[in-house]
């Protein structure tokens, strides 16, 4: 597994200290408590290095066998690997072997990755008939507003989560992203930097996706040490 490089943080945009990735070879990562090894799945994923990811994977089910948490985690590879079939056939695995609104929020998202905004969508206003209480099914319903191009209606959904809880992460991702969208840098800026505030709090999934927002905003040394 592919060893961290350093880098150092960016003068004058606030950069964050760079976050390392793990120094584990896959016959020392078996080691590791299974919440640990499922960590370190997403951080290969999403730094690139999907064989390595794979592999663990395929360890951690040959060691504990099949489990919702491994089933996201291989639709999450697919994902990146951009393996539209496989991606449909470990969320079809997943919603018949271990159903639940969250996981059906899940299929939504991917789905949006794929750009079948349409079934995402559909899936979306389901979920909001029958668990419209539950935070994750609102975070859906901004995201495929936000897809849609309705940044009022992504803006005014995301922003009732951050009344509730003004330390939220990904609304305040998304508040950024919606910010930059709409013209407003400099709020896009600021409110990233508030999502910022302490690194290590964020998901490998959501360090990706402030990395991305950094480069956009023009911090290209954030950005860095974000994937570092």
Do not use: N
Not at 49 to 57: C, P, T
Not at 123 to 149: K, N, P
Not at 156 to 176: K, N, V
Request: net charge negative; charged share 20%.
């Amino acid at each position: 597994m592919q060893r961290p490089s350093e880098a150092a943080p960016g003068a004058g945009d606030g950069s964050p200290m760079p976050l390392h990735e793990p120094q584990f070879t896959l016959a020392e990562a078996s080691a590791l408590p299974a919440k640990l090894r499922y960590k370190l799945a997403a951080w290969l994923r999403v730094s690139g290095q999907l064989e390595d990811a794979a592999a663990l994977l395929d360890l951690i089910e040959r060691e504990t066998g099949e489990s919702a948490t491994l089933l996201d985690e291989r639709a999450a590879l697919a994902l990146v690997a951009g393996d539209a079939a496989g991606v449909r056939a470990c969320w079809q695995r997943r919603l018949s072997s271990f159903p639940a609104p969250s996981a059906r929020a899940g299929f939504a998202r991917a789905l949006l990755e794929l750009g079948e905004v349409d079934e995402a969508a559909e899936i979306a206003e389901g979920l909001r008939t029958e668990h419209a209480e539950l935070a994750t099914v609102q975070s859906l319903a901004a995201e495929i507003a936000l897809q849609q191009g309705d940044l009022a209606t992504a803006h005014d959904r995301w922003s009732s989560q951050l009344a509730e809880d003004a330390s939220r992460i990904a609304p305040l991702l998304a508040m950024s992203r919606i910010a930059l969208l709409g013209g407003d840098p400099d709020v896009a800026r600021s409110t990233l930097a508030h999502a910022l505030a302490d690194p290590a709090v964020l998901t490998p999934a959501q360090l990706a996706s402030a990395a991305g927002l950094a480069e956009l905003l023009g911090q290209p040394a954030r950005a860095q040490a974000l994937r570092v």
